[in-house]
Structure formats: structure tokens, C-alpha cells
């Protein structure tokens, strides 16, 4: 008897800037079933602990975390050979991949439309964009090239946080953002909350020009200002509510993202920043402090110094420059 062809896996690519809701996204659909046969999820952080990649393997899902930086500048090394063995070992109906929030999609698609094996073993579904409604204008002024490259790959934008910012302001961030991708369809969400079915439907993808703005971002060198750097202990040092409050109303402009893990009142808590604004989720599990930063030019001694306050024990701190 033939051996029956392997179908491939369907690939769906899950980008956005820093912030945007990205692993929200995935938290949400995967609890919701959205996708469905059975699903294997890699997640690319910038720093050097994993955070989100956590929060999606306590869903019991095949996940494989790629830290310590960002796949675009290792497109043709790690990112191919991990995603080939994560194909092999699990064998999913479907790979969802979590990018950097300061990714250029393309140069990862480039991998599963040229690069063999990916190539062969896989089938790229509607790529997916969070954009944050309420930090939209004032990061696309400082990181255009980013948000432009993301939004021209995307088949979806998820225009996440649309609760933080006045209703007669979003028809306005939805005409930026179809200037830049007129094709993309556009869904308003809170907490990336939603049932999308349009994920799932096939849709008529001009793979011609998809190929083109893969070429055109791959052709350009990936410039990385971004830095990240890790405090945490090993301990489990309970924070003052207020003064965690107070410290990072003072975090200086360029931190666009904290996440980690603090404990305050007798319990650990997932703390997620973004540019300004922020959230604490109760967990069920006693962790470590853990705080992970990114951004543009931080002062990471002011920052550590000022942190210092609310701890009496700091053990170690972790530091990674962008590549």
C-alpha cells in the first residue's frame, strides 16, 4: 500500500508590536478552541526569561519557547531547524507562531514560502496583526518602519485596547491603518476577546504581492534598537502595592514593555506594562519576582536603583543587548 502524503501544517503567524496583545490572542483562542485538530504554538521573546511562553503551556500544549532574541536575525539558522523538529515530533494540524513585537513578519514568512523542508511541510494561513488602538499614533511616529512592515503582511488586524480611547477616534486609526494595507480586514476588540471566525475561512490571498514585500523587507538589514534586560531573585519578596504603582508610573519614556511575575499581599501576580499603561492577573501558582524590560536607550542602572526600593534582597540581575 502508497504511503498517504503527510498534509501539511497550517501556519498561522501571530505579529504586532510590543504590547498589542499578541499572547492575549492566543490565550483567548486556544481557551476558546478556536483552532481546531491539534495545535503546536512557538513563541519568540526578546529577553532572556520567557514569560509568554509560560502563560501558553499551562494550556498542556506542544510549545517551544525561542529566546534571547529575535527570529528575523536568525531566520535561516535556529528558527528553521527548531520549527522543522517541532513539525517532526508533534506532527500539528496547525503551528502558531508568536513573533517579537518588533518583528518583520516577512522575513519570517520568507522561511515557509523558500526554505526548505518548511516549504514542503507547511501551508501559511491568514497572518494576524494586533495593533494596539490607544498607543497607535504615538508608536507610529517613533517606529513606523515596524508597525508598517506588520500591517502590510497582515490578512487581520486585531485593533486591540479599543475600550481605552473615545469610539469617534477609532474610524480614524482604521483609515491609517488600511493606508498602509487596503486589503486587511479589520476586527475592533477588547482583550483580544472575539470569535474571528474570518481566521479560519480561506480568503483569496494575492500571494504575488505577499512575495514581493517579503522580498523588499528581507532585502533591507534588520535594525534593532531595541534592548532587554531581566531583574529578578530568588526569592520571593513581597512588593508594596503602592510603591510597585509609583515606580512604574516614574519608568522613564523609552520602557515600552514589562512583564513578569511580583508578589504583593501573599500571592503572585502576572504584571503586563505597555507604554504607560498597565495590568495585574492573580495566579494561582507561587512564583519568583521576575521583571523583564524592553526598550529604546534605558538607563537600566536608574531603573534597577529605583527597584532596589521595593525589595530588600535583589540576587541577580540579567542583561541582554539587541542583537
Known sequence: MARQPVKPALVHLVTGFLGSGKTTFLRNALEGKLFDGKVAVLVNELGEVGIDGGLIKRRGLNTLELTNGCICCEIRGDFVQETEALLRKYKPKRLLIESTGIAEPGRILQAFYEIPPLKERTAVEPVICTVDARAFFGLMKEFAYNYVCQIKTADVVLLNKCDLVKPRELPAIEKAIREINPRVFIY?????RGRFERLLRPIDL??????????????????????????????????????LVGFLKALPHGVFRVKGYVNMEGKTWLLQYSTGVWDLEEQARRRNNVLVFIGVDIDRSAILKKYKKLVEVLSHVTRRRGP
Open 206 to 243: 494575492d500571494v504575488a504581492a505577499r512575495k514581493r514585500e517579503i522580498a523588499d523587507q528581507a532585502a533591507r538589514p534588520h535594525a534593532d534598537p531595541f534592548v532587554s534586560f531581566v531583574i529578578q531573585s530568588d526569592r520571593r519578596e513581597s512588593l508594596n502595592r503602592e510603591r
Open 188 to 192: 475592533r476588540t477588547e482583550y483580544c
